[in-house]
């Protein structure tokens, strides 16, 4: 492993003094902001369906920080029609009052295409009623799907099935 310079390292008085050392790092956020203005900006609309879903609660009398729910759902085009993909992911409770919040990261797999990597925060899923609404960030992607950027809106249809809207860059 190569030794890092003294001088990159200074006083570590901020995040300024990193990215001056960092080749490139200044480029890299150019590049992201570059895929907006460039006009490589699609939206994907999408239909999910729940095939399974496991809890894995921390305490069996109830929820409790640190519950574990793996997921698979089948997606279909936003005609609820054709079956384009699924998605696979895992959600951890990191709070049991109020609602509930839990943290998710989730892969839409679309083959031949490429996968769509989203994670991002869930809030009220342990209120009654249908399932909340919410937003998550995309952190990356594979195939034409790669260097993706964006977000995803998810509502529930009804239970059991949800409407993706992908708001993508590339």
């Known amino acids: ?11 570590a008085t ?10 490139g790092a200044a480029a890299a956020a150019t590049d992201i902001d570059s895929a907006h203005d460039k006009g490589k900006h699609r939206v994907i609309t999408l239909v999910g369906r729940l095939i399974q879903q496991t809890r894995f609660p921390v305490d069996p009398a109830g929820p409790a920080q640190g519950d574990r729910t793996v997921f698979r759902s089948d997606l279909y085009d936003q005609d609820d029609v054709d079956k384009v993909g699924e998605t696979n992911g895992t959600c951890t409770t990191t709070r049991a009052i109020d609602g509930g919040a839990e943290v998710c990261v989730v892969t839409y797999t679309l083959p031949g295409r490429g996968q ?33 950027r964006g977000s995803v ?18």
């Open 1 to 11: 492993m190569r030794p890092i310079r003294a001088a990159c390292l200074g006083t």
């Open 14 to 23: 901020a995040l300024v003094t990193l990215l001056a050392c960092a080749p």
């Open 116 to 148: 769509i990597s989203v994670q991002g925060m869930v809030f009220g899923h342990l209120d009654a009623g249908p399932p909340p609404s919410f937003d998550n960030g995309i952190t990356g992607g594979t195939g034409e799907f790669d260097r993706a």
């Open 153 to 170: 809106h998810a509502d529930t249809i009804e239970t059991g099935k949800r409407r993706f809207t992908i708001d993508l860059y590339l």
